[in-house]
């Protein structure tokens, strides 16, 4: 079975600064990975994917991820912050096909504070 | 285009009771997939309806089940609530059950009294 982990619960960072947030995950076969942001009261919005190819991806908003088959891991990165970027950020596991029953498996989420 | 939109936005239940969550997933998806998420973690999958046909499901009990229509709209149907169904219900839709990506809807937050 397939498993997310985001170890830091809450980051704050200073508006301007750079951002990574952690996430590793565990699955058998060659994983799909995602990135959502959840801003209060909202529903999740992708921020980007890693299916295959390149390992750097880029995203949305300035954001881009680094897979590290090695770590198991697929961290999200900005070079600077804006206080816009103050939400929860979501990593995620994706299995697909009938076998692993369509779904997302996600992390416990990261919590973002951006000070002015 | 229209993304995915969710009714109600917010309701209040008694343990007990039974509760139809509504979704509407966004033009050109035919997969509809659902998930809880309680306050302070993340969402955890519930089952995925495609072509009318549960397609998937997550760890979840029978009292939770759901409904495809024609027009691939989906309802969450919850039986028997306890108060640890008080959560964020999160629909998302995907153009076809082989998709990657799944579009979110901005949830119905349910409380369980």
């Known amino acids: 079975a397939q498993s997310v982990t985001q170890p830091d619960i809450h980051i704050t960072v200073s508006e301007g600064a750079s951002l990574e947030l952690r996430c590793n995950y565990s699955?058998?076969?060659?994983?799909?990975l995602f990135w959502y942001v959840q801003s209060p009261g909202q529903g999740l919005q992708l921020l980007l994917k890693y299916f295959s190819g390149d390992t750097l991806v880029q995203g949305i908003k300035g954001f881009e991820a680094e897979f590290k088959r090695s770590q198991s891991s697929f961290n999200l990165r900005k070079p600077s912050v804006h206080w816009s970027d103050a939400a929860e950020y979501f990593c995620a596991v994706g299995a697909f096909g009938e076998a692993a029953g369509n779904k997302l498996t996600f992390g416990g989420g990261t919590r973002v504070l951006v000070k002015p | 285009e229209t993304g995915v939109t969710q009714s109600p936005t917010h309701l209040i239940k008694t343990r007990g009771q039974q509760v139809t969550l509504r979704c509407s997933s966004q033009?050109?998806?035919?997969?509809v997939s659902w998930y809880q998420q309680a306050l302070g973690q993340g969402p955890q999958f519930i089952f995925q309806?495609?072509?009318?046909?549960?397609?998937g499901r997550g760890n979840f009990p029978p009292r939770f089940s759901g409904l495809q229509f024609p027009n691939y709209s989906s309802e969450l149907n919850v039986n028997a609530l306890e108060l640890d169904d008080s959560a964020l219900y999160l629909c998302?839709?995907?153009?076809?059950?082989?998709?990657?990506?799944?579009?979110f809807g901005p949830g119905t937050r349910l409380t369980v009294t």
């Open positions: 033009s050109g998806h035919n997969t």
């Open positions: 309806y495609y072509r009318e046909e549960e397609n």
């Open positions: 699955y058998g076969a060659t994983p799909y």
């Open positions: 998302a839709s995907s153009p076809g059950t082989n998709s990657y990506e799944q579009y």
